[in-house]
């Protein structure tokens, strides 16, 4: 035992010493923001609803000449498959450019003005920020008692009160919820983006319904679709459109509004971009700071 | 009479159980490649193994993981060029020249970093090694040689371990021998009783080998994960693993089933490097 | 001749310290970014995403190890008492046994994940479930535990069988109250290794117990481990600190399993030296 408390503390006071010279070094970057350098890129992985919006609105999926639909995101682009480790690596790097959702921001980073407009709640609500998406929820034929109520509750008032805290209501003047507060079980698969307001909502609900069981996994948007149509989930979350093969099998409807910000680090000297720029960057045509008009 | 049948009965017992694991490898190789085949024979076993362009949501998509399939060997190799010498010569130290007092502080270390999990040594990797390799190489920092670092970090444990014992199973005669012959401590060691073990070490870095291409969440986390082909050692690459574990939540169709004949690729490139471990351990015995 | 020695024994030394600080570092890195994000409320006994409890994967964690090893414990133990005390040398069922526990050994995670997911999770229809994710790992886990107690029972000297024998014992009686008690030692060793396997494991974890963060209620539910939590936090944007403070909870515990298995095998040696 003694051992290992002696271990124990020679490698805390061990790592304090390198942790702590490791941080020093850290805090010179941020002088002499260089626009010669390379612009670093940074994507999500395919398959992803974030990426699939993204691509979709500025244009970097398109038909080449023989009618096929291209995602053209650029080679170099480092792809990571969480919105935590975009944010991470755009705060880590002075260089760097991605994107994110909008209710995902933190201070580390900086969201960009596209064409001049902040990606703010008012500007996504009233279209002048053009990158956004809906997040959907799928559900399949006729609905049991406890699931069209939770649904219910989704677009009352109370409902689009919490999905306004991190996104945008679909609904500004929903009615106040007025269920029947059945109990039973709900079984929720999908998005991982649209999983952190599922859970507040269920967390509201069951307050006023406590007779609920709401189970939420958080698989992907379309396994979750997936899932839905199998009925192993009796509701699917999406953070893009529903593909044509899933709209046909499945009932959905917008629950939130949620802007995907391009964002770069603070240390950046450029806070503003064109939509065109933006696509030329995610394409690879602009890969230098300073070639940004 | 009921004693004797109990005594049939656990033998039994004992044999079934003992199939569990012959059991286990058969159902693995069964639903693995049954899962991969339908993805296989769509998209066709040449274009999948040897197609260099993975864009699974164009339309129409196309399915080639030869650059993972690179990217896993780039990384794998960069990871042994790294971890292997350090590796061994550690294990000589552990073996030939730490002090008692400090090896009963640095062997638990060892140990203690192979039962690190791996996702923690990726958030490390990240957070840490990503920016450092950007300051002092350049580049962005996700890439082969940051990838190759920490993977050689991760397999220390495994070659530290194996090498060890192997030295430490050589005869003393060779030692004493070397020492007889004028040699000093030093020479003795690394050229008679270290060649001695030869085949045992090898075994560490082909059992490595396999750790390293196999990791998945600490990889995820540094490579870039481009799929594209390699271009570059401060550049970014997507290994197997990788390709599997960040598009797995969302695929669905052929893109999933393609993911899990990924998955049996990385699985024969497995039972190809286990086969090798074992025949090296005959050898060693 | 003296300049090779001192060439040689500087980098053997620098081999070794270069292990020892990245050990270091690592370890320190992450107490220093973890500690000051540990507050009362991640103990919190109901998950909310209020206070991103890690009680309940803490406690997913102890079920989800103590489902695997009910599973491998037995059989992995039976099958090292096959090994050792029941087969003849050089039977072609003991080679494949050998075979086939070394390759289990040698598959990584993910393709376990996978495998996990294609078997028990669709074929059987267990779907995302705690006792998925068990049967996974106690196939993961399987090897390390035949291992050991294979090594174990070996060492166990002839005499003892001879002399319970000798006595009168039959074999089922002389293997569980003379062999089993001396190896017990060694065999929990292996379970000690295995539980920080368990612990550790994200990969294969995720594609078969699922990432529900409440306790789940029977085995058919869903819940994710300690490992699972931190790579759920780390990718959703939100919570990056509580994903510090996450990893310092399971180093701690890695650090814990590490001490008590060598404590353990530390008993065991010194027994084996009075026997």
Redesign the interface.
Known sequence: ?K??L???I???L??????GC??NN?TD?GKGFNLDK?I?VISR?????TR?AFVEITGI?AKDELG????RTY???????????????VA??E??IGY??TG?L?ETVRALKIDGVEPTTENIKNGSYKIARPFNIATKGNLTEITQDFIDFIMSKEGQEIVSEDFIAVDDNAAPYAGSKPSGKIIIAGS??V??VM??LR?AYLEINPEAEI?????????G??AVING?ADIGMASRDLKDSEKADLDYMAIAIDGIAVINNPANTIDNLSLEDVTKIFIGEITRWSHIK | MKKNFLEKFMAIVFFISATASIISVILICVFMFTGGIPALREIGLFNFIFGRKWSPSNVPPSFGIFPMILGSIYVTLGAIIIGVPIGVLTAIFLSKFCPRKIYRYIKPAVNLMAGIPSIVYGFFGMVVLVPFISNVFGGNGNSILTASILLGIMILPTIIGLSESAINSVQKSYYEGAIALGASHETAVMFTVVPAAKSGILASIVLGIGRAIGETMAVVMVAGNQARMPNGILRGIRTLTANIVMEMGYAADLHREALIATGVVLFVFILLINGIFLILKRRMN | MNKYTKIIKGFVILSAILTFSVLLILIGYILIKGIPHMDTSLFALEFSTENLSLFPAIITTLMMIFLSLLIACPLGVFTGFYLVEYAKSGNKVVEIIRLTTETLSGIPSIVYGLFGLLFFVTALGWSFSLIAGAFTLSIMILPLIIRSTEEVLIAVPNSLREASFGLGAGKLRTIFRIVLPSAMPGILTGIILAIGRIVGETAALIYTAGTVPQIPDNLFSSGRTLAIHMYVLSSEGLYTNKAYATAVILLLVVIGINGLSSYVAKRFSKENVNG
């Open positions: 035992m051992r290992i002696t271990i124990g020679i490698l805390i061990g790592a304090s010493i390198l942790g490791g941080a850290s970057s390379e670093v992985e395919e398959g992803s609803g699939g999926e096929n639909t291209v995602d080679e170099e682009a480092i792809v990571y498959n969480g919105t935590n480790q975009v944010l991470t690596a880590g790097n260089y760097a994110v959702s995902s933190n991982t983006s999983t952190p859970e507040k967390e189970e939420i996994h958080s698989t992907g948007s379309s396994a679709m997936q192993t």
